[in-house]
């Protein structure tokens, strides 16, 4: 069983940053970012790919996301945040087996 530890997220005003970071307990295959708004479904945020990175077109030139693959971790750097990015982040994750795993998430609020 893989568990995903995930950290970083809180309250920050219109037009900042946040820097979420996701350790996964062992080495994973594939790990990326998603979202849930309130009385919306989960989205994808960031994702590593086969051939690089994917990101969900409103996040595109603000997100970025980045690993550190011998420690098991991801980031995602959020700039330039909206209110209505103000969401429950989760991070996900996919193993050799194709098994997908899910962290509890961490709430961003983007407010003034």
């Known amino acids: 069983q893989v568990q995903l530890v995930e950290s970083g997220g809180g309250l920050v005003q219109p037009g900042g940053s946040l820097k979420l970071s996701c350790t996964a307990s062992?080495?994973?295959?594939?790990m990326g970012w998603y979202r849930q708004a309130p009385g919306k479904e989960r989205e994808l945020v960031a994702r590593?790919?086969?051939?690089?990175?994917d990101y969900a077109d409103s996040v595109k030139g603000r997100f970025t996301i980045s690993r550190d693959t011998a420690a098991n971790t991801i980031y995602l750097e959020m700039n330039s945040l909206k209110p209505e990015e103000t969401a429950v982040y989760y991070c996900?994750?996919?193993?050799?087996?194709?098994?997908?795993?899910w962290g509890t998430g961490t709430l961003d609020t983007v407010s003034s």
């Open positions: 590593f790919s086969r051939d690089g990175t």
């Open positions: 996900w994750a996919r193993s050799f087996v194709d098994v997908a795993y």
């Open positions: 062992q080495t994973i295959f594939n």
